[in-house]
């Protein structure tokens, strides 16, 4: 193991002095009447709260809870009462509406008054980059990690990453455990890696503790140097709001305290436990209370929503608004689109303004500018300092890990916009995003919607099967679908989701619209086809607007079936069924390879002849060009007329009962 002496590896006495906040109760103000009367669910909580014990609230998607915490505070004016809010937006809201005896807050704002003010002319000094870090920290130009190798730029930037997880943890001292996975190296690597940065961190985090240091101050060092003096809050009920998502490092904070501590979130909406949050409501003792009726949207949403609740097994139900009608169906013209990763954030974008429409994107363009100079530093031979990509010297290694590696699937949207349009192309969309209050659509990352609504949602076509090829769930892929779904107030397109989550034996085309819908039932339609990033973009020669054709699986239990198709759709019925013959006639892996590519090849004649480029979708080819929206017919009598040796082949694996799945097994 790579040692470095270091005048910072044993932990040092602090170098900072913490005083201690007044203790005194405010004068009493006036009581502040409710503005709604409690709901039944509102006054239990009410109740619980006045004899002091800890509470944990389980509040819904739009259920109030901030309504709920107002309630709280003005129900006994007399109590000093902290709301630690999950950031500072929602503080200085929370400010302006909380009654005159509540203190509205971050962990980050009060630390800063105890902590953080000693550490000023440090947070206002210039960024460090990452090479003097390295050059700073005396890392070797290049660390050896047996097939892979970092330089001491890459490696500079982990440290300090590896701090910023510290600072977010309950842990005393830094822990090798704290450098965070890296794409694309995995095993030994990491195990390497690991061994060899440790000493680096410690010695990083030394630095930090003093007032004269060298490395860039950041807010998160003093939030965790004050939270190491187990400080007492200035209250006496600390209402810790999103607790599901908070901190360990504030969790610890909360729960230490001898003042009543009622917890508020939503279990089901832990979406960050990927940068170190974990849920505190877990393991918090308390009486444990909830709320269920959601004021922001009606029934059908809420049954939506409820569906994922049950994949969850959470024990939460949620009840609809009666006064709003909403909707769960089409919607042409959405307010906000909703994707489940930054590359799928672009390709809506992309779309959008080929349709002549302004869109915006929650949260900025920058992480995608990052992330497309990255991809073009990679492409031409350069490498590259972002966290996602910094494992790989190359586009090509990227590539491979994304088509062939469990752990790439988050990059193949990305790849394929990259493959298709190029990073330039995805910086000059980013260029002509606007501001919110000007856009015609939202474009907006999962993650960052939460906590805000909008009246109509479409969710984008980038998002995955809760479950793995193994039939497990991915809780934090269901999670982070709940959190999409309860976005909308009135009307909710959830297409794509469902057609993910079905998995599936086929594909079905969901188009934006319903006028170009009926516009692709025709017999023979000849549409040329233009790549919009994860979408298909057609526009009809007439001169009617590009629409967006999105490829989606359809439950097995849909395709199959022996009522015939319609006449207009023999042919591309046809497609779905060479597709799937060929691979349930797959007796041997030479058989298989043949089938595989003689039906290749009619999918390739049949859209040749209509003047359409080949489609794929996650590498599996586009199988039919018209659908019925929620189902494909298979023509089984075509099919054994056409291709008897195929039909056979099939009936022989029928008869043997091999279990199949084609969204599972295609490669």
Not at 16 to 21: D, G, L, R
Not at 299 to 328: F, H, M
Not at 569 to 594: C, F, H, I, M, S
């Amino acid at each position: 193991m790579f040692t470095q002496p270091t005048p910072y590896t044993e932990a040092a006495a602090p170098l900072f002095t913490v005083p201690q906040p007044p203790v005194h109760a405010p004068a009493a103000p006036a009581p502040v009447a409710f503005e709604h009367p409690p709901t039944i669910e509102q006054q239990a909580i009410l109740d619980a709260a006045a004899g002091g014990d800890p509470l944990v609230i389980e509040a819904g998607a739009g259920t109030g809870k901030t309504s709920t915490l107002k309630m709280l505070a003005a129900a006994q004016p007399r109590r000093r009462a902290l709301y630690l809010a999950y950031n500072k937006a929602i503080a200085e809201d929370a400010r302006a509406t909380f009654p005159a005896n509540t203190q509205c807050s971050t962990a980050h704002s009060l630390a800063f008054r105890q902590v953080g003010h000693q550490f000023k002319d440090r947070l206002n000094g210039p960024r460090l980059p990452a090479r003097e870090v390295a050059r700073f920290l005396q890392i070797p130009a290049v660390l050896d990690l047996g097939k892979h190798a970092l330089t001491s730029v890459k490696v500079a930037r982990i440290v300090m990453d590896a701090i910023k997880r510290f600072c977010y943890s309950d842990r005393d001292e830094p822990s090798a455990w704290h450098i965070p996975d890296v794409p694309g190296l995995e095993g030994d690597g990491m195990t390497l890696l690991r061994e060899q940065a440790y000493p680096f961190i410690l010695w990083a985090w030394g630095d930090l503790q003093r007032q004269d240091g060298r490395l860039k101050f950041e807010h998160d060092h003093y939030l965790k140097m004050w939270a190491l003096t187990n400080p007492t809050l200035p209250a006496d009920v600390v209402f810790l709001d999103e607790a599901q998502d908070a901190n360990p490092v504030i969790s610890r904070i909360v729960e230490a305290q001898t003042a009543q501590r009622i917890l508020v979130g939503d279990q089901s909406q832990a979406i960050y436990g990927w940068r170190g949050a974990v849920d505190a409501m877990q393991e918090f003792e308390g009486e444990h209370l909830s709320l269920s009726q959601s004021f922001r949207f009606g029934q059908q949403i809420a049954d939506t929503a409820n569906e994922w609740l049950q994949l969850l097994d959470a024990p939460l139900r949620l009840t609809g608004n009666p006064a709003r009608d909403s909707k769960v169906g089409v919607v042409d013209q959405p307010g906000a689109v909703l994707c489940r990763t930054n590359a799928g954030a672009i390709g809506q974008a992309m779309s959008a303004l080929t349709q002549g429409l302004r869109p915006a994107l929650v949260g900025g363009g920058a992480d995608i500018r990052n992330l497309a100079r990255a991809c073009q530093d990679l492409q031409n031979g350069r490498p590259t300092e972002h966290p996602e990509l910094m494992a790989f010297t190359s586009w090509d290694e990227v590539r491979e890990y994304a088509e062939h590696d469990a752990g790439g699937a988050d990059l193949r949207t990305l790849v394929k916009l990259v493959d298709g349009h190029g990073p330039a192309a995805i910086l000059r969309v980013v260029d002509q995003l606007v501001d919110e209050s000007n856009a015609d659509i939202v474009v907006s990352t999962a993650h960052r919607a939460k906590g805000r609504e909008w009246a109509t949602v479409r969710l984008a076509a980038d998002w995955q099967d809760p479950y793995d090829k193994d039939g497990r769930l991915n809780r934090s892929e269901a999670m982070l679908s709940y959190v999409a779904v309860t976005r909308a107030k009135d009307v909710l397109d959830c297409r794509n989701l469902n057609a993910a989550k079905a998995g599936g034996t086929g594909f079905q085309v969901l188009v934006d619209d319903e006028e170009t819908l009926h516009r692709l039932e025709g017999p023979d339609p000849v549409i040329p086809r233009t790549a919009l990033g994860p979408t298909a973009g057609a526009a009809d020669p007439a001169g009617s607007p590009a629409m967006n054709i999105t490829v989606a699986p359809i439950p097995s239990h849909d395709v199959l079936t022996p009522d015939p198709p319609r006449a207009d759709t023999d042919l591309p019925a046809e497609l779905v069924g060479w597709l799937q013959y060929a691979k349930q006639a797959a007796d041997n892996e030479k058989q298989w390879r043949e089938a595989k590519d003689a039906s290749l090849q009619k999918i390739k004649d049949w859209m040749g002849e209509r003047g359409l480029d080949e489609a794929t979708v996650n590498g599996r080819p586009a199988a039919t060009w018209r659908e019925s929206k929620t189902s494909t017919y298979l023509d089984a009598k075509s099919l054994e007329k056409d291709h008897p040796d195929i039909h056979a082949a099939y009936q022989r694996e029928k008869k043997a009962s091999r279990p199949f799945n084609f969204a599972g097994d295609w490669k």
